[in-house]
Every structure is written in C-alpha cells, then in structure tokens.
Nanobody, 121 residues
Framework: VQLQASGGGLVQAGGSLRLSCAASGRTFSYYVMGWFRQTPGKQRELVATITSGSITDYADSVKDRFTISRDNVKNTIYLQMNSLKPEDMAVYYC????????????????WGQGTQVTVSS
C-alpha cells in the first residue's frame, strides 16, 4: 500500500483545513486507516482512526473538532479539521494498518509522507 497525503498548509487559529490521503492497492477497504501527528521532540500521536466498517475513534484533544472519513471507491481518507488551535500544529501522517489494535500501529503499518499543518495565533 502506498499512501499520498495532501492538504496541509497555513491557517489562522479558529480556521479549518481538510487533509486527504490517497491509497493505492485493491484491498484499501480492509485496512484500518488513520491520522497521526508529530511535533519536534515528541512522539507521534494518534489523532483519529477509522475502521473498514467506518467506526471512528479520536484523541480527546480533537474530539468535536476533527472528523475522519473514508471513501472506499476513491481509496481515500479525509480529516476535516475545524476550530484549529496552535497546539494542532504538527506534521500529520496518514496510516494504513490491517492489524492496528487500540490505536497502536502494528509492525505491518504503512505510512504516508507527512503534511505540515501550521496554525498561527
């Protein structure tokens, strides 16, 4: 599986962005998909995940502001980010993982390249 993330950029606090992650491969629908983010000096942290059955899970810090969705026809996932805060600024990575459990990526996870989200205060 190859993942191509896009949609990052610069936005003012309170603004919105939508990230996209396009996946190659015929078995996209079998994968748990997700978004993680990372800031310098910190570990990569879970933002949101969506299962093959579209069950979603979110980090507490983004609940009610971010929405993850998937389109199994277009092999794409999205992350709609609203009410952005300076603390949301990070490099965002998309992930595909058939074996993820409890928000922890497995050793078989595929990662996309990161896309930078910058939030100005």
């Amino acid at each position: 599986v190859q993942l191509q993330a896009s949609g990052g950029g610069l936005v003012q606090a309170g603004g919105s962005l939508r990230l996209s992650c396009a996946a190659s491969g015929r078995t996209f629908s079998y994968y748990v998909m997700g978004w993680f983010r990372q800031t310098p000096g910190k570990q990569r942290e879970l933002v949101a995940t969506i299962t093959s059955g579209s069950i979603t899970d979110y980090a507490d810090s983004v609940k009610d502001r971010f929405t993850i969705s998937r389109d199994n026809v277009k092999n794409t996932i999205y992350l709609q980010m609203n009410s952005l805060k300076p603390e949301d600024m990070a490099v965002y990575y998309c992930l595909a993982d058939r074996f993820m459990r409890n928000g922890v990526p497995s050793e078989y996870a595929y990662w996309g390249q990161g896309t930078q989200v910058t939030v100005s205060s």
